[in-house]
């Protein structure tokens, strides 16, 4: 297979219809060999450095073409992490590169501690197109290429080829107790010299709450055994779990708010390159009574909301992409599994003796009200059959569901995820804002954008935040945080949907840009709700509605013509004045 050993600034590609070309994907043509050569011979000899906007992604062998920026000014909320790119690019090869942070200090003494500042180098990894989307695929088939997504905080030298750019991801976190005020310093990059690069930073007398109390609802799906195989570990061991816990806490600091636990084995059909097996094991005695085994289900959801994860456990699933359930039958000694049809008695009867000891077994462990019976994108017969048979159960028993809009189910949703190409309607979604049920929408495989494939813009993880806040819904979901490809550190591609569907974060734990600019988002979001607050509370109706014009462009089908990153520059000010 024919790689392209580099990648441009991400720009533009499809409608989900395939027909509009989106800006934000199409892959831009490639200088050939000749041209390429004539822009390094017109680089300076000394190691070329800049600042550079955080929501492009730059090429490894082509020298960017940006202004140069010797400096970065900057503004930021208290609590809040803000981040841009450092470039370096280079005609000859450069070993020991480093880079060095320092205190950011304001005149009257108060400080940002260098700890709070992050410097990390953006590896490159294999990617592809979206082309059809959805579907299995043969990497053959697919133009692949380069692309700049891995952030790699724990190596400290950088080296760089000669004609190659390196950018490095800086990144800085505000502590909440910082006074307000102007925060200056410099940057140092160590080279064949060293290079000082002035930063300066308005802190602004606004606060942004803990990502834990952040009212966007945020849900990555998690992958345990993912962890277990990348790792060599055996699955459920201690060092497991050790290992886990750091991939938790970095979820849990982007505003993550739902555990994800499987009830039976593989909820949706292996179609991940790891196991997906069940937190509960399911066990029919010789003498037909069922027994169940919650002993892993009650350590995973305990050790996961240590790591700050708590607020929701959402269960996988009554409903799986194969009715295939297994279990231990004593009297055959071997797996069986079950496959009659949803809404059977069989079916029925087969559920109801579980979850009858289930519900029973989560009010005793105080879990029963933050437990949610989980769907993802079934039909709404099999939907119907499940819920009626649910509350035959427990009038109690919380649904959350990720699928297509359904007026006839919605009442019995709590969690409602909807697909892009849907919006619930103004006075349904009131209604369920009043009654404290949960509205969000997820992507998938299906939309070319806004997505967060490796080769997506980052701009558009930023863009879905504000895109929440316009159609006045609570969260964004998508599947998934880690469910890892074989080789996840250098490909990102997978045997079916286009490449970086499968994650967003590497193994290590390792973040990744479309990562970073997804708490980006998330931020603006939380600045959002706060401001419009603001604004109605001191009846600052000018700022009220400029804020609310802004929110108007962000549209999905806009993405045709305009990109993501174009939209944030012309509204981004608005949450920093």
Request: glycine share 4%; net charge positive.
């Amino acid at each position: 297979m024919k790689f392209l050993s580099v990648i441009l600034i991400m720009g533009l590609g499809l409608t989900s219809a395939a027909q509009d070309v989106s800006l934000d994907l199409q892959k831009p043509k490639l200088p050939n060999s000749e041209t390429l050569n004539k822009q390094w011979e017109n680089t300076a000899n000394a190691l070329n450095i800049s600042f550079a906007n955080s929501n492009q992604r730059f090429a490894k062998e082509v020298p960017p073409t940006v202004s140069i920026q010797n400096s970065w000014n900057t503004s930021a909320w208290k609590g809040e992490k803000i981040h841009t790119q450092i470039l370096l690019w280079t005609k000859s090869n450069r070993a020991n590169v480093s880079i060095q942070l320092f205190d950011l200090k304001d005149p009257k003494g108060n400080s940002i501690k260098k700890e709070n500042l992050s410097a990390g180098i953006i590896k490159y990894v294999i990617t592809d197109e979206f082309r059809n989307g959805c579907g299995y695929r043969k990497a053959a088939d697919f133009d692949s290429s380069y692309v700049a997504d891995l952030i790699d905080t724990k190596t400290t030298n950088i080296t760089i080829n000669a004609k190659n750019t390196q950018p490095v991801w800086l990144s800085i976190k505000v502590p909440f107790a910082t006074k307000a005020g102007i925060y200056a310093g410099t940057i140092k990059v160590k080279a064949e010299k060293e290079y000082s690069l002035p930063i300066k930073i308005e802190v602004l007398d606004k606060t942004l709450p803990a990502p834990s109390q952040w009212k966007y609802d945020l849900d990555l799906w998690q992958h345990p055994a993912a962890i277990a195989r990348v790792h060599q570990v055996k699955l459920w061991s201690e060092e497991h779990y050790a290992l886990m816990k750091p991939y938790y806490e970095m979820l849990a600091n982007a505003g993550q708010k739902t555990i994800t636990a499987s009830i039976v084995n593989e909820p949706w059909g292996h179609q991940t390159y790891d196991d997906y097996p069940s937190l509960i094991k399911w066990t029919k005695k010789k003498d037909g009574n069922w027994i169940y085994d919650y002993s892993l289900f009650d350590k995973y959801v305990a050790f996961v909301m240590t790591t700050g994860i708590n607020q929701r456990i959402n269960c996988y699933s009554m409903v799986p992409w194969k009715i295939a359930f297994t279990y231990w039958d004593e009297a055959t000694q071997k797996e069986t599994v079950f496959t009659e049809a949803i809404g059977t008695p069989a079916y029925d009867a087969f559920w109801k003796t579980m979850l009858t000891d289930f519900t029973q077994h989560l009010k005793a462990k105080n879990w029963f009200q933050k437990t949610y019976i989980a769907m993802d994108e079934r039909p709404m017969k099999a939907m119907q059959a499940v819920i009626k048979l649910l509350k035959s159960v427990d009038p109690q028993w919380k649904i959350a569901l990720a699928g297509e809009y359904h007026q006839e189910i919605e009442k019995d949703i709590d969690n409602y995820c909807i697909a892009s190409r849907w919006e619930f309607p103004a006075d349904v979604l009131q209604k369920r804002n009043k009654a404290g049920k949960t509205s969000t929408w997820y992507t998938c495989c299906t939309e070319p954008y806004p997505n967060a494939f490796s080769f997506s813009s980052p701009a558009e993880q930023v863009w879905m935040g504000w895109y929440t806040a316009n159609k006045n819904m609570d969260g964004y979901l998508r599947w998934a945080y880690n469910s890892w490809t074989k080789n996840p550190l250098n490909d990102t591609r997978f045997t079916a949907w286009p490449a970086g569907d499968t994650y967003m974060v590497y193994p290590g734990p390792l973040t990744s840009v479309r990562f970073e600019k997804m708490i980006e988002g998330a931020q603006d979001f939380e600045k959002i709700k706060q401001l419009q607050a603001l604004y109605i509370k001191n009846k600052n109706t000018a700022a009220l509605a400029g804020l609310n014009k802004a929110l108007t462009k962000f549209e999905i089908k806009s993405l045709s013509t305009i990109t993501a990153d174009e939209v944030l520059q012309s509204v981004k000010p608005l949450l920093n004045k």
